[in-house]
C-alpha cells in the first residue's frame, strides 16, 4: 500500500475511533462507506477492511446488507457493563502492578499529566480520551491476552458514559473529578512500587468513584439487581 494510502487509513482509523468514543458518531448510528471514502481519499475496499478491524475492536457492528454500525448502547448492554466492569478493572490492577514496565510506566506518568491538563482546561472531550488512554496502558501494563479484549470493550462504554461524567457543565461533579486525579496519581505510585493488592482495591475505589454518578444517567429504574454489583446467582 502506497505511503499515502496507509496514511489515510491509519488517520481514518484513528478519527473513527475517537468519534465513536466522544459520541459524535452517535451509538447505533450507520457508517455510510461511500462518505467515509470520499471524506479521507480512499477506495472503498480498504474503508470496508478498516470497519472489519473496527468491529474486531468492540467499536461497531457489522450487519449484512445494512452496513457497519457504531456499537449500540442499550438496557442489557449497559447492566452487563456495571456488573463486569469492577471484575475486569481489579484484576487489571492486580496484574498492572505485577508486570508493568519502566517504559510503560513512564508512558503512563506522560499520559497523567495530559489528563491534569485536561481537566485544569475544562476540555470535555481530552478529559474522557485521556482517562481511556491511561486505563489503556493499565491494561497493557497487565500483559494477559484474555482480559485486554474485555477491558478494551469496557472502556469504550465507560469513554461514552463519561463524556458526561467529565462535561464541565457538571459543576457538582468538580470534586469527583479531583478525586480521580489524585487517585490516578495513586495508581503510579502502586503500579512501580509492584503493590499488586494495593492496586486492585484502588481499582475498586476508582470505578466506585463514578459508579454511582454514571448509573444515574443511565440505569432503569426497574432495574431489580442494582447496577455493578455481581446478582446472587452469578457471585
Known amino acids: 500500500m502506497p505511503g499515502d494510502a496507509k496514511r489515510n487509513k491509519s488517520n481514518c482509523l484513528e478519527d473513527l475511533r475517537r468519534r465513536i468514543l466522544t459520541e459524535k458518531l452517535e451509538p447505533g448510528s450507520y457508517l455510510d462507506e461511500t462518505e467515509i471514502a470520499e471524506s479521507y481519499g480512499m477506495s472503498r475496499p480498504p474503508v470496508r477492511e478498516m470497519l472489519r478491524q473496527l468491529a474486531g475492536e468492540g467499536y461497531v457492528v457489522l ?14 448492554t449497559l447492566r452487563n457493563f456495571f456488573i463486569a466492569a469492577p471484575m475486569v478493572y481489579a484484576a487489571v490492577g492486580r496484574l498492572a502492578a505485577q508486570n508493568a514496565t519502566p517504559p510503560q510506566i513512564m508512558r503512563l506518568k506522560d499520559t497523567q499529566l495530559l489528563f491534569r491538563a485536561a481537566i485544569r482546561d475544562g476540555d470535555t472531550e481530552q478529559r474522557a480520551l ?21 477491558l478494551k ?25 479531583a478525586t480521580a486525579v489524585q487517585q490516578h496519581d495513586q495508581f503510579i505510585e502502586l503500579i512501580d512500587a509492584g503493590d499488586a493488592e494495593g492496586c486492585a482495591e484502588l481499582s475498586i475505589a476508582h470505578w466506585e468513584l463514578s459508579r454511582a454518578q454514571i448509573e444515574s444517567f443511565v440505569a432503569p429504574a426497574t432495574f431489580f439487581v442494582p447496577l455493578g454489583r455481581v446478582p446472587d446467582s452469578i457471585g
Open 153 to 177: 470493550r469496557l472502556l469504550i462504554d465507560h469513554t461514552r458514559i463519561g463524556m458526561t461524567f467529565y462535561s464541565p457543565r457538571n459543576a457538582d461533579l468538580a470534586a469527583q473529578r
Open 130 to 150: 485521556t482517562n481511556e488512554r491511561f486505563h489503556s496502558i493499565m491494561g497493557e501494563m497487565a500483559d494477559n491476552e484474555f482480559l485486554m479484549p474485555s
Open 63 to 76: 450487519h449484512e446488507n445494512r452496513g457497519a454500525q457504531v456499537v449500540p448502547m442499550n438496557h442489557k
